[in-house]
């Protein structure tokens, strides 16, 4: 069974950068789309980018110029480099596999905390 693991979240300043990955153990379901969420307290958690294993990448409006989402089949790992961060980018960053197609799958990482200062 795929499992994963969110690495690279922390600190830092509005108008930094941070690069969050994910990266996958076990076996990986075929033709699964990974992607990232976040969530805050109190609010529902969200789609920020995701991206097919064909390489097809989707995003929310708020990522769209700032956060590019990138993926290596090969290695089954997932990136999301964050641009331009905002203190209401602060939020617990969750990663995602999900196959829609039968069977299907979906696993959720742990979160990882990303806190943007002002």
């Known amino acids: 069974q795929v499992q994963v693991k969110e690495s690279g979240g922390g600190l830092v300043q509005s108008g930094g950068s941070l690069k969050l990955s994910c990266a996958a153990s076990?076996?990986?379901?075929?033709?699964?789309?990974m992607g990232w969420f976040r969530q805050v307290p109190g609010k529902q958690r969200e789609l920020v980018a995701s991206i097919t294993s064909g390489g097809t990448a989707s995003y929310a409006d708020f990522a769209e110029d700032r956060f590019p989402i990138s993926r290596n089949n090969a290695k089954n790992t997932m990136d999301l480099q964050m641009n331009d961060l905002k203190p209401e980018d602060t939020a617990v960053y969750y990663c995602?596999?999900?196959?829609?197609?039968?069977?299907?799958?979906?696993?959720w990482g742990q979160g990882i905390q990303v806190t943007v200062s002002s």
């Open positions: 076990g076996t990986m379901p075929g033709a699964a789309t």
């Open positions: 995602r596999i999900r196959r829609s197609m039968t069977p299907t799958v979906t696993v």
